[in-house]
Nanobody
Framework: QVQLVESGGGLVQPGGSLRLSCAASGIIFSIYAYATGWYRQAPGKQRELVARIISGGETNYADSVKGRFTISRDNAKNTMYLQMNSLKPEDTAVYYC?????????????WGQGTQVTVAS
């Protein structure tokens, strides 16, 4: 059974930083996932991609977070991170960890339960 467990969310002032973690079990990111990433969903809005790592190491970022957020992965710990700096109130959302399985292995999409990030003074 695949489980993705996020942690590290919370309340932070504008300009502050947070680091989110996503610990995986039941799936080895480096072997079975074509891509792993972070998505977010603010109240009344659709879930959107924040950042992702594609097999081979390529990273993609939403324009709104480029230069402020950094995605990384520790394959030895099977854990993914999102370092968020210079946070803005518009970054407030529930952040979800995601892993996409290789098509040849089933192509399933896995999601964590989400962690709340609130940026407010």
């Amino acid at each position: 059974q695949v489980q993705l467990v996020e942690s590290g969310g919370g309340l932070v002032q504008p300009g502050g930083s947070l680091r989110l973690s996503c610990a995986a079990s039941g799936i080895i990111f480096s072997i079975y996932a074509y891509a792993t990433g972070w998505y977010r969903q603010a109240p009344g809005k659709q879930r959107e991609l924040v950042a992702r790592i594609i097999s081979g190491g390529e990273t993609n970022y939403a324009d709104s977070v480029k230069g402020r957020f950094t995605i990384s992965r520790d394959n030895a710990k099977n854990t993914m991170y999102l370092q968020m700096n210079s946070l803005k109130p518009e970054d407030t959302a529930v952040y979800y960890c995601n892993a996409v399985q290789w098509e040849g292995l089933g192509g399933k999409n896995y999601w964590g339960q989400g962690t709340q990030v609130t940026v407010a003074s």
